[in-house]
């Protein structure tokens, strides 16, 4: 049995929930398909989510919303009439946003959330609907019916480990199931969104409830790419990846699949297949516990920008005992949380995501910094982007870092930090967010061309 997801971009309108229908009748074992909302359907369109986010911060501070509401209306109406399914369910999605807006405002953060799955859920609603008009028998489920039970982390849900065993019984259904992506419910029954791009983690945790064999998400490339399609013209396709590799990818940049979603499938080893909506015919790639061609040094280049450092020197750092408790205890207390924190004899970096730090957060932490721990010099650096090379080859390959220094250098490219992680699966450069770019294509010339 296979769970399969469809992104937003597979559903953005009625001609791809076409395919979508294709693909679920093309083989007996997609039995559980879970649906994002509708995404882009061109590059200077607007997904559904952030639509619904702009809804609900407007009726949340009481501004006019018609317009947005009937765009959002105006998404789904569209695909509905594309695929004559007549009104009953657009009447029915125009009934819970309306509901939507006269809930509780008491808690803000909850109340967002539920705008925010309202996407998925309506979203799965009509292709249910759209499902069984077209003679294929299939049934919504309602992720509190199913037992996908979240921590109450708004906008940043986490599954509890007891949803599991209870999401076994979706196993048992004959009908086709149809299962919004992005959100689960919390113990006390408040609707809780994962982070943004989440419906690839319910996926993941559906394929490890239900145990299937594959869990395949379809999306709109052919394959996962060695590098970011947007940032090198056409880059060569990946045919296999690991677990691991892909973990350290996705964390780093490659947003075709959420880093969380690895974890539930990594668990019960379920293989991972990324495949195309628009092309399913073309093989994708493999996400799986083991590679075999071990020759293989890097596997791919990823990079994200909005980080920030914090280079903390102190004269016989090394020596001094607890000196790298207190530097977390500050930052627990000042409620940031860290990415990474190479370090030398005398000194550490601490690199944390820019969004954390405001400028009144900044002039505290650096306070608390140079007087409690006695440093000898603090400094912050704004703007950093970190560029990520990972492969689970690289540690048995001599001159990977040489050739990475080489292609830096020769494109005039500064590295601000090097960060190699203990497992040696992947090698980290802080480098000026300007050069982000320019960085990736050299690497890709460097290790690929
Ligand atoms: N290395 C990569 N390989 C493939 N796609 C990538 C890579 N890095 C970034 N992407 C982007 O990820 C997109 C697919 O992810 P996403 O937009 O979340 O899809 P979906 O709508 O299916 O959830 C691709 O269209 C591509 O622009
Ligand atoms: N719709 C949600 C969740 C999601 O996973 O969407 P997509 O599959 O389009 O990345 C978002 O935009 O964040």
Redesign the pocket.
């Known amino acids: 049995m296979n769970v399969v997801k469809f992104?937003?971009?597979?559903l953005a309108s009625g001609s791809q929930l076409k395919k979508v229908l294709q693909i679920v009748k093309g083989d007996k074992a997609r039995k559980v398909v879970v649906v994002?909302a509708p995404?882009k359907r061109s590059s200077d369109d607007e997904k559904v989510t952030d639509l619904l986010i702009d809804l609900g911060m407007k009726a949340l501070a009481k501004q006019d919303y018609q317009a947005v509401l009937s765009s959002v209306i105006a998404r789904y109406s569209s695909i509905a009439e594309e695929l004559n399914l007549g009104n009953e369910i657009i009447d029915e999605i125009e009934l819970n946003l309306a509901a939507l807006v006269a809930g509780n405002k008491q808690e803000p953060d909850y109340y967002l959330d539920a705008f925010k799955a309202s996407g998925e859920d309506n979203n799965a609603k009509l292709v249910a609907a759209y499902f069984n008009h077209e003679g294929l028998p299939a049934r919504y489920v309602n992720p509190q019916e199913a037992g996908l039970i979240v921590t109450n982390e708004p906008g940043n849900a986490r599954v509890l480990p007891e949803a599991y065993e209870k999401l076994q019984q979706l196993r048992a259904s004959e009908e086709v199931i149809i299962f919004p992506g992005f959100f689960g419910y919390t113990k006390d029954g408040k609707v809780c969104t994962f982070s943004r791009?989440g419906s690839d983690i319910t996926g993941a945790i559906l394929a490890n409830g239900t145990q299937a064999d594959l869990y395949e998400n379809f999306?709109?490339?052919d394959a996962?790419?060695v590098?970011?399609?947007?940032v090198v013209e056409n880059p060569k396709g990946i045919k296999t990846l690991t677990y691991r590799e892909m973990r350290e990818l996705s964390y780093a940049g490659?947003?075709?699949l959420h880093d969380e979603a690895l974890q539930p499938a990594f668990k019960q080893g379920i293989p991972v297949q990324i495949k195309n909506t628009n092309n399913p015919e073309a093989p994708g790639t493999s996400i799986v516990k083991e590679r075999h061609s071990a020759d293989q040094g890097v596997v791919?280049i990823a990079s994200s920008h909005g980080f920030c450092s914090i280079y903390i020197e102190k004269y016989l750092m090394n020596r001094e005992i607890g000196f790298g408790r207190r530097v977390l205890e500050i930052l627990e207390d000042q409620k940031l949380s860290y990415e990474h924190m190479p370090s030398g004899i005398d000194d550490l970096t601490i690199i944390l995501r820019d969004h954390q730090l405001s400028d009144e957060g900044e002039a505290a932490l650096l306070e608390r910094l140079r007087i409690e721990l006695e440093a000898d010099s603090v400094v912050v650096e704004r703007n950093l982007a970190l560029i990520m090379i990972v492969g689970e080859g690289m540690r048995r390959k001599i001159g990977t870092m040489s050739k990475a220094a080489t292609a830096f250098a020769e494109s005039n490219i500064n590295i601000d930090m090097i960060n190699q992680g203990a497992s040696e699966v992947s090698v980290m450069f802080g480098i000026a967010a300007d050069q982000e770019d320019k960085a990736i294509q050299a690497l890709y010339k460097a290790f690929f061309e």
Do not use: K
């Open positions: 992104g937003g971009s597979s994002s995404g791009g999306t709109d490339v996962i790419y590098a970011n399609p947007n490659f947003s075709v791919g």
